[in-house]
């Protein structure tokens, strides 16, 4: 199994982003995907997840109402569309396939990980 994600870059406080995360050797569509981030010299942490029929999403409080998850099961993709960024949403951020077909919000929850895409929000 491999999640491959990519679109992150440098970008200017109040710009957008969209970060992909393709799926590879694993029936996307049966299992609920996450975004997670993390800040230099802070722990990793939970930012979005959507469950597997794409019907249901769950955001933290940080990043409620600016970013959006969503996934394309024809493509085995899932997207994180970032709004209105701040510098705070500074981090690499990974996508994660969780253990069922839920939303999860847990990292331990979640079966696999992508390597990571790099975000960098310029004040």
Do not use: H
Not at 52 to 78: E, P
């Amino acid at each position: 199994v491999q999640l491959q994600a990519s679109g992150g870059g440098l970008v200017q406080a109040g710009g957008s982003l969209r970060l992909s995360c393709a799926a590879s050797g694993r029936t996307f569509s049966s299992y609920g995907m996450g975004w997670f981030r993390q800040a230099p010299g802070k722990e990793r942490e939970f930012v979005a997840t959507i469950n597997w029929l794409g019907s249901r999403t769950y955001y933290s409080d940080s990043v409620k109402g600016r970013f959006t998850i969503s996934g394309d099961r024809s493509r085995n993709t899932v997207y994180l569309q970032m709004n209105s960024l701040k510098p705070e949403d500074t981090a690499v951020y990974y996508c994660a396939s969780s253990t069922t077909g839920g939303y999860r919000i847990l990292e331990s929850e979640y079966a696999y990980w992508g390597q990571g895409t790099l975000v960098t929000v310029s004040s």
